[in-house]
């Protein structure tokens, strides 16, 4: 039996440029607010190129909007004009539509041309990015498990989740990894670039707002990702040279021997808690959270050296503490698996009491039962 075509009208359906004009008219009001709506007020930009990058959120903003109200309504308004009605017969088909030059036509250039205007758009940006000149502070940035490390040219040290930089000065941050990939977001500079490990980024802006603004790692990157951030503060140039010199000075009187004699368990088991315990167990060597369990370090005989091949006693587990590690498995003798990066003593914030406490508390597992 010769199959029977449904009586419908031709054309696109009734109402249909009615719905089409609406959806313009929509369209034109919801392009407008998002031109005309202020990110500042709820994110306030703190540097160039926040403005260009800002701009171009717009545009795909408008842009991606427009599409999915067209997309939307018209799959929503076809199915409810050629929907199959009681009266079709039970072998009736569709109206079939080939070949409609003209549409396919519009479907084609209209999306060329508004992939062309945003690779241009972001390309300029790009490049602006890439070809800034006149640089006035470089310094890097170094993600660990969990904390950011930030290097100054004039620090012998690093300094730890806190990054300064001077108001109205171009900067370059040198962004890298040292175990696995992180990543340096601001939200107000509107930046943000992977911490890969082995490749070294350049992100460059400008700072325009004096102000305390987020860091934030936004790559899963182990146990405890959800509290890795650091606050970059955007400094006057006075401030900023009066924080260089403070933390100069810091440097200049920290160090020098650690007196081991008046550590205590109970604070440093308290210590362990809130600095250790997330790459740490107080279980034996093999299990494992980042780094192995510490559970039994004097009295390990799987294990009878430290991760570095030195001995387990209470002055080299203070090196590990002061100075970190990142390599092998050393403990027996010989290269073993990558355990990630022990942060040292300036990463964790240990002062000389701290360190004497940790010790004391790590001691005193290897002699509990």
Not at 148 to 159: A, D, I, M, T
Request: aromatic letters at 10%; proline letters at 6%; one cysteine or more.
């Amino acid at each position: 039996m010769a199959q029977v075509a449904a009586p419908r009208s031709q054309g696109l359906g009734p109402g249909f440029w009615p719905v089409t004009i609406v959806m313009t008219v929509v369209n034109i009001i919801l392009g407008i607010y998002i031109a005309t709506f202020d990110i500042n007020k709820y994110l306030p930009e703190a540097a160039a190129p926040a403005g260009d990058i800002d701009l171009l959120f717009k545009f795909m903003a408008a842009i991606g909007n427009a599409i999915f109200l067209y997309v939307t309504v018209y799959v929503v308004y076809f199915a409810i004009v050629w929907r199959r009605r009681p009266s079709d017969a039970p072998d009736a088909i569709g109206i079939q539509i080939h070949d409609a030059p003209t549409l396919e036509l519009w479907w084609t250039i209209i999306p060329s041309v508004l992939v062309i205007i945003i690779a241009i758009f972001s390309v300029k940006i790009w490049m602006n990015l890439q070809n800034a000149s006149g640089d006035v502070l470089t310094m890097e940035a170094i993600g660990h498990q969990f904390k950011f490390e930030f290097r100054y040219p004039n620090l012998k040290s690093s300094v730890y989740d806190e990054m300064h930089v001077p108001v109205d000065t171009p900067v370059t941050v040198q962004v890298t990894s040292s175990d696995v990939i992180h990543s340096f977001w601001v939200p107000e500079v509107r930046l943000k670039y992977d911490m890969v490990p082995g490749l070294v980024q350049s992100v460059r802006f400008t700072p325009n707002r004096i102000g305390k603004y987020r860091v934030i790692c936004t790559e899963f990157c182990g146990t405890n990702h959800a509290n890795m951030f650091a606050t970059m503060y955007i400094d006057s140039p006075q401030d900023f040279n009066r924080w260089i010199a403070a933390q100069a000075k810091l440097q200049a009187s920290s160090g020098g021997a650690v007196a081991l004699q008046g550590g205590t368990a109970a604070a440093g088991q308290t210590l362990f808690a809130n600095k250790c315990s997330s790459c740490h167990s107080v279980g034996p060597f093999e299990q494992k959270i980042v780094g192995p369990g510490l559970g039994k370090l004097l009295s390990d005989t799987t294990h009878p050296n430290l991760v570095t091949g030195e001995k387990p006693n209470a002055v080299d587990i203070s090196h590990v503490l002061i100075k970190g590690y990142q390599g092998p498995d050393d403990s027996q003798g010989k290269n073993g698996p990558s355990l990630g990066a022990m942060p040292n003593r300036d990463a964790n914030g240990l002062s000389n009491s701290d360190i004497a406490n940790l010790v004391a508390y790590l001691t005193s597992l290897s002699q509990s039962k």
